[in-house]
C-alpha cells in the first residue's frame, strides 16, 4: 500500500474514533428515576424532607395541601370568599403562597403553617401582593403592588414585615427566590425599559446581574452558594433565550445546552440545574418541540422526557430540592392532569466494593 493512501487512511481513522468519542460525551445520561404518582393536582415546589405542595385539579375542587413521602396529604383551608394558591415550603413545613379574592381580582401573599395557620402579608401599598419562595429562616420573597400598575420585589420577615427592595431604575421588579443567606434574586426594569436580571443582599442593595451580550435577563434561582440561574434574551430581530448560571466569581455564563432556545429556572445546592430548551423546525409550520431537563456536572444533561413512565403525557417540573427530587405536573391532551415527584435512584456499588 502507498504511504500516502495509508496515512489517509489514518486520518480518517481517528476521526472516527474522536467523532463517535464526542458522541458519547454529547449523548443525554439515561434517566434512572422512581416516579410517584399524587393525582389529580399541579405541584409547585418540594422541600430537602420530601414534602411537596400545590394544588388539587378538575374534576376535584380546588384545595392547597401538603403531601409529604408516605402520600399523607394535609389540606390547606381556603378563608372565606377566598382561594388559596400554595407556591413554595421550607424545610420547616412553612408555606407560602397567595389568596385570590373570589368576588375580585385581587390577591394577598400569605405565610402558613399547621400550629400558627394563615397570615396575610400584606402589600407595599398597592392592591395585590404575590409570594413566590421562602428560605429556611422563613423570610419570604415575591412581588406586590405599589400604586397602579407600578410592582416591586420584596423580601419578609416576621420581625421587619414586608420590606421595598426597590428597582434598577425602571418601573417594576419581581423576586422569583431567597436562599438561606437572606440573598434575593429576580428581575427589574433598568430606565429605558430593558429587563434585567438582579441580585439583591442587605449589604449591597440591588445589582444587575448583566446579560449574555446587548441583551435582557431574568434570574429564577439562587442556591446556598450563591449560585444564580435565569435565562438572557437577545435582542434584535431574531430574539433568543440562552439559559445561563452566574456566580460573583465567574460571572454570567451561558449553559451549554442542545436547542434554540433555553430556559434555566432551578438550582440546588450541588450545582444541578433544571430547565427547559426548545427545538423548531419550520418555526410557521411546525409546533417547537420542548425538552425538560436536567444538567449535571457528572451526568451531563439528562431528558426527563424519556422516563418511561412519564411517555403517556407531558411533564412539566416546576421545582427540584438538594436531593434531585422534582415536583412537576404530567399533562394529557384528555383527562386531569396529575401532580408527580421524581426521585434519583440510589447508584448501584460495584461488586469490588
Not at 378538575?58 to 413521602?69: A, G, L
Not at 402558613?112 to 420573597?141: C, P, R, W
Amino acid at each position: 500500500m502507498k504511504q500516502g493512501k495509508a496515512n489517509k487512511l489514518i486520518i480518517v481513522a481517528v476521526v472516527v474514533v474522536i467523532a463517535a468519542a464526542a458522541m458519547l460525551l454529547l449523548r443525554p445520561a439515561r434517566p434512572a428515576y422512581t416516579v410517584r404518582d399524587l393525582g389529580p393536582s399541579l405541584l409547585k415546589a418540594i422541600n430537602n424532607n420530601g414534602q411537596v405542595v400545590g394544588w388539587t385539579r378538575p374534576p376535584e375542587p380546588q384545595i392547597s395541601f401538603i403531601q409529604d413521602p408516605h402520600n399523607e396529604r394535609q389540606e390547606i383551608p381556603n378563608p372565606e370568599g377566598k382561594v388559596c394558591f400554595a407556591c413554595d415550603i421550607n424545610d420547616k413545613g412553612k408555606v407560602v403562597g397567595y389568596l385570590s379574592d373570589v368576588n375580585s381580582s385581587y390577591c394577598s401573599a400569605f405565610i402558613y403553617d399547621e400550629q400558627a395557620g394563615m397570615t396575610e402579608l400584606g402589600t407595599l401599598g398597592g392592591a395585590s401582593s404575590f409570594a413566590n419562595a421562602i428560605n429556611n429562616k422563613h423570610q419570604v420573597a415575591g412581588w406586590a403592588f405599589v400604586r397602579g400598575d407600578m410592582r416591586h420585589a420584596f423580601l419578609w420577615d416576621s420581625a421587619a414585615g414586608m420590606q421595598n427592595l426597590g428597582t434598577l431604575g425602571g418601573k417594576h421588579s419581581q423576586a422569583f427566590a431567597v436562599n438561606d443567606k437572606g440573598q434575593v434574586v429576580g428581575s427589574s426594569r433598568l430606565p429605558d425599559g430593558q429587563t434585567r436580571a438582579f441580585l439583591w443582599e442587605k449589604s449591597t442593595g440591588m445589582i444587575d446581574l448583566g446579560a449574555l451580550g446587548p441583551a435582557e435577563s431574568c434570574a429564577m434561582s439562587i442556591n446556598n452558594l450563591g449560585q444564580v440561574v435565569g435565562h438572557s434574551t437577545s435582542s434584535g430581530k431574531e430574539r433568543r433565550a440562552c439559559a445561563f448560571v452566574w456566580d460573583a466569581k465567574g460571572g454570567m455564563r451561558e449553559l451549554e445546552v442542545p436547542g434554540q432556545d433555553s430556559y434555566a429556572f432551578d438550582i440546588c445546592d450541588s450545582g444541578r440545574i433544571l430547565g427547559v430548551y426548545y427545538m423548531y423546525g419550520l418555526r410557521l409550520l411546525i409546533p417547537p418541540r420542548l425538552t425538560f431537563f436536567i444538567w449535571d456536572s457528572d451526568r451531563g444533561i439528562i431528558k426527563l422526557g424519556d422516563i418511561p413512565q412519564l411517555k403517556a403525557g407531558d411533564y412539566d417540573p416546576s421545582h427540584m430540592n438538594n436531593k434531585g427530587q422534582v415536583a412537576g405536573t404530567l399533562t394529557f391532551d384528555s383527562g386531569p392532569d396529575r401532580g408527580v415527584v421524581l426521585t434519583p435512584k440510589a447508584k448501584s456499588k460495584k461488586k469490588n466494593e
